[in-house]
Each structure stands twice: as C-alpha cells, then as structure tokens.
C-alpha cells in the first residue's frame, strides 16, 4: 500500500504494510548505537510527511519512538528500496 492510499482509506486496515518513497520522508539525525550483545547499530530519526510524528530507522526498519526519541514498536511504514 502507499501512504497515499493509506491516508485516503475510506475502510481502514489495520497495520497494513505502507511503502514510502522518497520525498514521502524526511531523515534526521544519525547517531551510532554500542551495545553488548548486538554489532553497532545506526539509528536515524525519520518524520512521514503528513504525520506529526517522529520514527526512528534501523537497519531498514522503522519503529515509532517514545518521548525521548528511543525506539518503541515496529511501524506500519517502511522505506521503499
């Protein structure tokens, strides 16, 4: 599904899969995560146009974030390739 039609659901799905494409996201600061039982890991704050909310990107995987910006749950959207 794209966020087009995400937004324009007259019957919404629940957690459908969208696929954003560039220009439908804005990435933000990058920053490198140490942790100790995983290799680094990159995450990047990404807004979805339309929506006021900040995600978080890792890998190439998108997740919201809580108040503090730390990823929180898996996100509907995701990046297109």
Known sequence: ??????????????????????????????????????KEETLTQVWVKGFPYEYCLIHDTLYTTDSDGNPKKLSIFRIKN
């Open 1 to 38: 599904m794209t966020l087009v039609e995400y937004i324009n659901q007259i019957d919404p799905i629940r957690m459908p899969t969208v696929l954003l494409k560039a220009g439908e996201y804005v990435l933000g600061t990058s920053i490198t995560l140490h942790r100790h039982s995983v």
